[in-house]
T-cell receptor
């Protein structure tokens, strides 16, 4: 079965600084990979997704992620963080069988 | 605006009550999901319906009973719940099976359940 590991439970960055959130996956075939963001008390919003093709994918709100098959990674990046980016970020892996699994999440705090 | 609508947004119930959570989508998706999310935890898959048939049941206790009346609606019937069942219940939908299916989930805002 597929699984996802997010090694960082909590990250704090200063506003304007760059951000990288790590994600490693385990999946037997070509994975479908996702990053979702969740603000407190809200549902999950899709930031970006990777299915195939170009390994660098662009998402909403200035986020991007790079799929590295050799490292089984799909790290999320943003060049300059805004205070409104403070939230919980979930990496997820899914496939054709409609079985999406989430990582434990990384909570992002943004310092003024 | 989310295209997956969940009602109610908040629900408080006693351990002997029977209640239901409802979810609706009009995107033509053929797969619908229930996830349970405890505070500071990731969503945990409970049930998946594909083409109105239950395709995944993650060994959820029988006090949770899903129902998919049609391809647009998904219910979660609740009976004899425990306080530890208090959580955010998220509904989601996806395209369903087929060559075009990428498994991307579209989530509702969730129903916050408190069991007293």
């Amino acid at each position: 079965a597929q699984s996802v590991t997010q090694p960082d439970i909590h990250i704090t960055v200063s506003e304007g600084a760059s951000l990288e959130l790590r994600c490693n996956y385990s999946y037997g075939a070509t994975p479908y990979l996702f990053w979702y963001v969740q603000s407190p008390g809200q549902g999950l919003q899709l930031l970006l997704k990777y299915f195939s093709g170009d390994t660098l994918v662009q998402g909403i709100k200035g986020f991007e992620a790079e799929f590295k098959r050799s490292q089984s990674s799909f790290n999320l990046r943003k060049p300059s963080v805004h205070w409104s980016d403070a939230a919980e970020y979930f990496c997820a892996v899914g496939g054709w069988n409609n079985d999406m699994r989430f990582g434990a999440g990384t909570r992002l705090t943004v310092k003024p | 605006d989310t295209e997956v609508t969940q009602t109610p947004k908040h629900l408080v119930m006693g351990m002997t009550n029977k209640k239901s959570l409802k979810c609706e989508q009009h995107m033509g998706h053929r797969a619908m999901y229930w996830y349970k999310q405890k505070a500071k935890k990731p969503p945990e898959l409970m049930f998946v319906y594909s083409y109105e048939k239950l395709s995944i049941n993650e060994s959820v206790p029988s006090r949770f009973s899903p129902e998919c009346p049609n391809s647009s609606l998904l219910n979660l019937h609740l009976h004899a719940l425990q306080p530890e069942d208090s959580a955010l219940y998220l509904c989601a939908s996806s395209q369903g099976q087929g060559a075009s299916n990428t498994g991307e989930l579209f989530f509702g805002e969730g129903s916050r359940l408190t069991v007293l």
